[in-house]
């Protein structure tokens, strides 16, 4: 295992201990969250491959572009790097001296099949054909879903960014404002109370009718008197994200609106009030959901209850009915219940939630009493 004091080292140790357990020999990681978790260097996903590869009893390796080596001037732990230059047909050069360094020829191999793309793959299989590439997400996922006190506090500070952004958005809020005018302006508020560029989606902003998708795409309708207006954003702080979810009413709306409000404001804080270590992930989603059912709007809260938060928007752990993973301290995730009335109107109240030793830590804080604006 890689000697060193670095934090980065201890994950990537806790990474290889895993992978020994589930009798993998190693595991290969391109450009993204899980290498920017396990090494704190930061490459995009582009047309030049980045790969990090693992293996127990070796040092860590890279193969990435010879221009960007300089990043690894900043690292306290021992990685060797295979670079490349421009033309591509080198490339696979750099893939066949690392696969022989570390001796990955024949290897049971752990990739992440939600993030390697097929262009990574291509090299890695051409430089090691006899290597059994094998779906390993769920295990990378068990390392990173377990938030150390930093990391939870990064997205604490994202939520309080994001909180702030949304109040002062809705200062300059008027009936009339297009969705899209509203989620920009939005943007630019996050960006302003201190977030890094990197967001964790474009916000969802969506009124009336549209409110009723859970996963509208923000348009040039015209936010009106009477309608429920849906918005889901998020901030980001060290590479760490917020993802939140309020409903206003705008002006006078329907009873029935503020019916299906009060049912979520209820299932909500139900599903945060069951999060303690022990429980499970079922559990959570079974209180969020036995609260709206209880109501007679149980067919309309057509979504699991959360999802994983962290370096990525949706990540480990799923909060979701079959899911019956123990949660333990320092897991991080959503609690979101909805109900959407299909052509008419939508609630959704989202809280990110980290798993403390007594019960839950609420990261965010925005009111969730039924406000009017306009």
């Known amino acids: 295992m890689t000697k060193s004091n670095s934090i980065f080292a201890t994950r990537q140790n806790q990474l290889l201990a895993k992978l020994a357990e589930e009798k993998f020999d190693a595991a290969v990681i391109n ?59 080198n490339w696979g050069n750099s893939f066949s ?61 994202a939520a309080q960014i994001a909180e702030r952004a949304l109040a002062k958005t809705l200062k300059t809020f008027k009936v009339g404002q297009t969705e899209k005018e509203i989620s920009a302006r939005l943007v630019q508020e996050i960006l302003a109370a201190g977030s890094e560029p990197e967001l964790p989606f474009f916000p969802i902003v969506a009124g009336g009718p549209n409110s009723a998708n859970p996963h509208a795409s923000i348009s040039e309708r015209p936010v009106n008197t009477g309608d429920l207006l849906l918005i889901d954003w998020g901030a980001s702080v060290d590479g760490y994200f917020s993802d939140m979810t309020r409903t206003f009413a705008v002006g006078d709306i329907d009873a029935e609106f503020r019916q299906i409000y009060k049912a979520v404001q209820a299932g909500n804080a139900a599903g945060r009030n069951q ?21 007679g709007y149980g067919e309309f809260f057509n979504h699991r209850t959360g999802h994983g938060l962290g370096l990525e928007a949706h990540e480990m752990p799923y909060i979701r009915a079959g899911n019956d993973k123990v949660l333990e301290t320092g897991m991080t995730f959503t609690v979101e219940p909805g109900i959407y009335l299909e052509g008419r109107g939508g609630v959704r109240i989202e809280d990110n939630v980290a798993v403390s030793k007594d019960g839950a830590d609420i990261l965010t804080s925005y009111p969730r009493d039924l406000q009017s604006i306009g």
Do not use: W
Request: glycine share 6%; net charge negative; hydrophobic share 40%.
């Open 275 to 295: 999060v303690a270590p022990g429980q499970t992930c079922s559990s959570v989603d079974k209180a969020t959901r036995d609260v709206i059912e209880a109501t």
């Open 97 to 157: 001296k690392a696969i022989e360094a570390l001796d990955l020829t024949e290897d049971r191999i752990c990739v992440e099949d939600t993030h390697l793309r097929f262009l990574e793959l291509d090299y890695l299989q051409s430089a090691a054909s006899k290597a059994n590439f094998v779906s390993g997400a769920n295990i990378i996922g068990s390392v990173r879903e377990r938030k150390e006190s930093e990391e939870i506090e990064a997205m604490r500070q």
């Open 31 to 89: 450009a993204g969250p899980s290498l920017r978790y396990l090494t704190g260097l930061e490459f995009h996903l582009m047309e030049r491959p980045v790969v990090l590869f693992l293996k127990l009893g070796k040092s860590a390796s890279m193969v990435l572009p010879g221009f960007e080596s300089g990043k690894l001037a900043a690292i306290d732990f021992q990685l060797e790097p295979f670079t490349y230059g421009e033309d591509p047909a």
